[in-house]
């Protein structure tokens, strides 16, 4: 069965500084799409970057990279200099290919980053 | 476009009560989606739809039921409201996979709902 796992709920960093949010997935098809979505405390869900499991070269999207390892199931993302605006949950989720049957998306339980002055 | 809308936004429901939660989107997609999200639990998806006229259960339908009788409204309704049911719901939708591409998902803003 698909899975998120996510294993820090909370993280800090300095102002300015990167920061690594893990994420690990679980599943048995071949094609699957993994996704990440910021939530700030004003609770709406703002799509951050998408990676695709045949894409080979890792997905940026201006501070925002996602680290793929396929062959360990991981897919952390990371964000180069920080920024205040950047305190806010962060959740990693999947999706999928129509083989495994479902059209679902797996949340995990996410992690709340806190930046620091 | 207005993308993803729910109505409403926040509500206040005494136990037994019955409400329906309303989404609709603009932007043509096949898929919707209602999910709620508690305290450290993530987003727990309630029920989807792959298709006007079509619903599934998600990983927590228990006290729910949808509709999709228009492609882009999709309506969540409790006929007996619990205070296990208070939550923030959210609504989301997507393309079709096509080609291999996976599309993310669009987010409406949240309902957020309390029962008493």
């Known amino acids: 069965a698909q899975k998120i796992t996510q294993t820090q709920p909370g993280m800090f960093v300095q102002e300015k500084e990167a920061v690594t949010l893990d994420c690990t997935y679980d599943t048995s098809d071949q094609s699957y799409g993994l996704f990440w979505y910021k939530q700030p405390s004003s609770g709406e869900m703002i799509f951050l970057i998408y990676q695709g499991s045949y894409d080979e070269q890792n997905a940026t999207e201006g501070r925002y990279s996602l680290n793929f390892q396929k062959a360990r199931k991981s897919a952390n993302l990371v964000i180069s200099a920080s920024q205040l605006g950047d305190s806010a949950m962060y959740f990693c989720?999947?999706?999928?290919?129509?083989?495994?049957?479902?059209?679902?998306?797996?949340f995990g339980t996410g992690t709340r980053l806190k930046v620091l002055a | 476009n207005a993308g993803v809308t729910q109505t409403p936004k926040f509500r206040v429901l005494k136990t037994g009560q019955s409400m329906t939660l309303l989404c609709a989107q603009d932007?043509?997609?096949?898929?919707m989606y209602w999910y709620r999200q508690d305290p450290g639990m993530g987003l727990r998806l309630i029920h989807y739809s792959v298709g006007e006229g079509t619903t599934a259960k998600g990983e927590v339908p228990d006290g729910y039921n949808v509709s999709r009788l228009k492609k882009q409204n999709f309506l969540l309704g409790l006929e007996s409201a619990a205070p296990s049911q208070t939550s923030v719901y959210f609504c989301?939708?997507?393309?079709?996979?096509?080609?291999?591409?996976?599309?993310?998902?669009?987010f409406g803003p949240g309902t957020r709902l309390t029962v008493t």
């Open positions: 989301a939708s997507s393309y079709l996979l096509t080609g291999g591409i996976f599309y993310e998902q669009y």
């Open positions: 989720a999947m999706r999928e290919g129509l083989n495994s049957g479902t059209y679902k998306y797996i």
């Open positions: 932007m043509n997609h096949e898929y």
